[in-house]
């Protein structure tokens, strides 16, 4: 966390400019390449200035499994074998060592890259390191969640809560010194309700949280990327899909680097060729990743509870059953229709009542902001050009947050987590 100027030495003379008493970093001392935040969202940063993290296979790591919601063993069709039972990801040192566990953004799963990235950065620095997938991920729904309906924030973060004791009780000889908490996007909202659920359980105690580029309002930040989707781009008409349109982009990258590698710097080389995609292409990608996400969101949703909003509640489905019609009907709900269609009913159902508004205020960190205010261990980092953010968002922030806010110039969304100054500056807060 940069808390004053003693931590400008650290990123090798940042600027930083005091703004309700938020750590501001200039951007031309900042030196994150890509100014475009669709780009850098998409690309990340470039490969030589990201941290150098160990390889997998100087991790001691393990995939391990959960039991939370034994009923769903049968009464779910059987091609849900695979998501019965959680899986999460662990690593851990060869002594004492603090935990930090790690949660995904939307629609998620624990091996997600950011996950990845991240483990491997908190690894290196010592820590045991436990992966876990976003409440709004399928397996997260089918293996752990109560009702099957993420969207309710406080709700999901009881769901998550338990599965972090379900691990700490798989693992009883792991030696422990404390426990953190840090999650990405969707998931840093999530670790904010589990931090303040903490705050009465006392099952962790968390020393320190880190929320990285939450969305302040969720309504807003869903209703950004669900716009995206809309965006009009040249070149696709009723002949040229968008898919099409990408791929043949993609073919003839690779033809001409004359040879196919696909790796995570794949993107960011693939932006600064002649085939790079346009704003529209990239808003157009970002928005399409997003829409994913939230079909599988409400078909999950809607085949656990039997809703019959999506599959017929008595469809029979196995392993060889073609989910193909049930996609394409989910794609066309989008977020505002799946809060619409399944979270708002359910929400009023167990409370009596309550208008869209008073749901938005209750799973937003509107509804933490006291909290938040007053805890000196929970900080924020985010980018003042993230597309998730909305009009007064950056001032919430300020004001709740005060010197424990940390906003970047560039980034776009998450897209700059793995450079370096951020990935100095994420292991300074936990370290101070």
Known sequence: MLRSLRFAALFGGLILS??????????????????NPFEATIATTPPELRPELPLDDDINQSDRSVTLRPEREFSLPDNFWPVKKLTYRIATQDQAAPLIFLISGTGARYDSTLNEYLKKLYYKAGYHVVQLSSPTSFDFMTAASR???????????????????????????????????????????DAAFVAHLD????????????????????????TNLDKLVQTEVKGINNTTTFYELVLDKLTRYFQQKGYIDLNDALLYDFQQSK??????????????????????????????NRRGLITPPKYPITEGTTLTPFLKRALQCDF?????????????????????????????????????HDSPKIAVMHNADDVILGPGDLGFLRRTFGDRLTVYPLGGHCGNLNYRVNSDAMLEFFRG
């Open 336 to 372: 505002d229709c799946y809060l619409t269609e399944q979270v708002i009913p359910m929400w009023r159902a167990r409370t009596d009542g309550g208008s869209l508004l008073q749901l938005i205020d209750q799973v937003s960190l509107y509804a933490l902001k006291d909290y938040l």
């Open 147 to 189: 009702f099957a309906t993420p969207g309710v924030t406080k709700e999901d973060a009881e769901d998550m809560y338990r599965v972090m004791q379900a691990v700490r009780a798989q693992n009883p000889k792991l030696p422990v010194t404390d426990y953190f908490l840090t999650g990405y996007s969707l998931g840093a909202l």
């Open 18 to 35: 005091a703004s309700a008493l938020a750590a501001d970093i200039d951007a031309a001392s900042y030196g994150y390449p890509l100014t």
């Open 275 to 304: 085939q790079h995609l346009s704003n529209e292409q990239m808003a157009m990608l970002i928005g399409t990743s997003f829409r994913f996400s939230a079909a599988d969101i409400a078909f999950t949703s809607d085949l656990i």
């Open 199 to 222: 705050e009465t359980r006392r099952s962790f105690n968390f020393k320190k949280v880190l929320l990285l580029n939450p969305p302040v309002n969720l309504y807003t930040s869903v």
